[in-house]
């Protein structure tokens, strides 16, 4: 399993961008799919986002196409999730998880992840 950190939220106004950082430790990276989810007050925990080990194939919700970009930089171990025109239906705590393989990727399911970060807080509000 890697170990997973999160970064970058934080308290934005409707309309603004931010970007999570997801760094992760561990000899496997490269072999790792990681998806981004989130979870608001209330609500089941999404999956928002993920892309597979190389890079080569990434998975959207559709609540966030067009708006949101995920990528990786195997050589710094990070993914990223370039959240823009953000609105207060994005307000919610995000997670980044990880599994070998891509499958994982093709609907973005909690339950096919196996190792987690602890989280980082967005808020969209005025």
């Known amino acids: 399993q890697l170990q997973l950190v999160e970064s970058g939220g934080g308290l934005v106004q409707p309309g603004g961008s931010l970007r999570l950082s997801c760094a992760a430790s561990g000899s496997t990276w490269n072999y790792y799919a990681i998806g981004w989810f989130r979870q608001a007050p209330g609500k089941e925990r999404e999956g928002v986002s993920c892309?597979?080990?190389?890079?080569?194939?990434?998975n959207y919700a559709d609540s966030v196409k067009g708006r949101f970009t995920i990528s990786r930089d195997n050589a710094e171990n990070t993914v990223y999730l370039q959240m823009n025109s953000l609105t207060p239906e994005d307000t919610a705590v995000y997670y980044c998880?990880?599994?070998?393989?891509?499958?994982?990727?093709?609907?973005?399911?909690?339950?096919?992840?196996?190792?987690w970060g602890q989280g980082t807080q967005v808020t969209v509000s005025s």
């Open positions: 998880a990880a599994e070998r393989g891509w499958a994982p990727c093709r609907f973005i399911e909690s339950a096919d992840f196996g190792s």
């Open positions: 892309i597979s080990s190389r890079g080569g194939m990434t």
